[in-house]
Nanobody
């Protein structure tokens, strides 16, 4: 069994920052990619950022220059630093970890950007 536990969401004003964390535990086998997705009301889930164990990263165009994905491989944890937040960043954010045994998702954490 694999568990992904997210933390760090909340309410923030436009221009503010938040840091999301996702810790992976359980029957872990060779994590390579780790990523963050988000889903806003009435919209499809979309990739926000992803990171490989080799250090490669990619970002959605809408968050480039504002969000940074990082990871601590020793702790099986992935982070998403979100700066200069905008109202359109409001969504439920999910971490995602594909492994040989399956594709695993966190429970989701709400991020609301509003004044």
């Amino acid at each position: 069994q694999v568990q992904l536990v997210e933390s760090g969401g909340g309410l923030v004003q436009p221009g503010g920052s938040l840091r999301l964390s996702c810790a992976v535990s359980g029957s872990i086998f060779r994590i390579n990619a780790m990523g963050w997705y988000r889903q806003a009301p009435g919209k499809q889930r979309e990739l926000v950022a992803a990171s490989t164990s080799g250090g490669n990263t990619n970002y959605a165009d809408s968050v480039k220059g504002r969000f940074t994905i990082s990871r601590d491989n020793a702790k099986n944890t992935v982070y998403l630093q979100m700066n200069s937040l905008r109202p359109e960043d409001t969504a439920v954010y999910y971490c995602n970890v594909p492994m040989m045994t399956g594709i695993y998702w966190g429970q989701g954490t709400q991020v609301t950007v509003s004044s």
